[in-house]
């Protein structure tokens, strides 16, 4: 069956970095987009990245643009978020998922337990 297992959360300073990892199971990876999605306390969940099957498209959120980078290891079936210029806002269960397309519809498989990171000084 497909399980999806985030790794690599924590606590970080501001301004601190962070990689998650998400190794997938039970599907074929490289036939789907790969996406992280965030959820901070009494928020909805938000989509943050995503990466195209090959792994050459991707795109961001505007809240992350310019500081996350996502990429995927289609060998090993993992993909990763490595996170720069951490700040509390960005306190949240991180969670990865699929989608046959990157960015829109909803996400195909059921979602994993996540990983938190929490930003504080």
């Known amino acids: 069956q497909v399980q999806l297992v985030e790794s690599g959360g924590g606590l970080v300073q501001p301004g601190g970095s962070l990689r998650l990892s998400c190794a997938a199971f039970g599907f074929t990876f490289n036939s789907y987009a790969m996406r992280w999605y965030r959820q901070a306390p009494g928020k909805a969940r938000e989509l943050v990245a995503a990466?195209?099957?090959?792994?050459?498209?991707?795109r961001y959120g505007d809240s992350v643009k310019g500081r996350f980078t996502i990429f995927r290891d289609n060998i090993k079936n993992t993909v990763y978020l490595q996170m720069k210029s951490l700040n509390p806002g960005d306190t949240a269960v991180y969670y990865c998922n699929a989608q046959p397309r990157l960015w829109d519809g909803a996400p195909s498989f059921s979602w994993g337990q996540g990983t938190q990171v929490t930003v504080s000084s």
């Open positions: 990466i195209s099957g090959g792994g050459v498209v991707t």
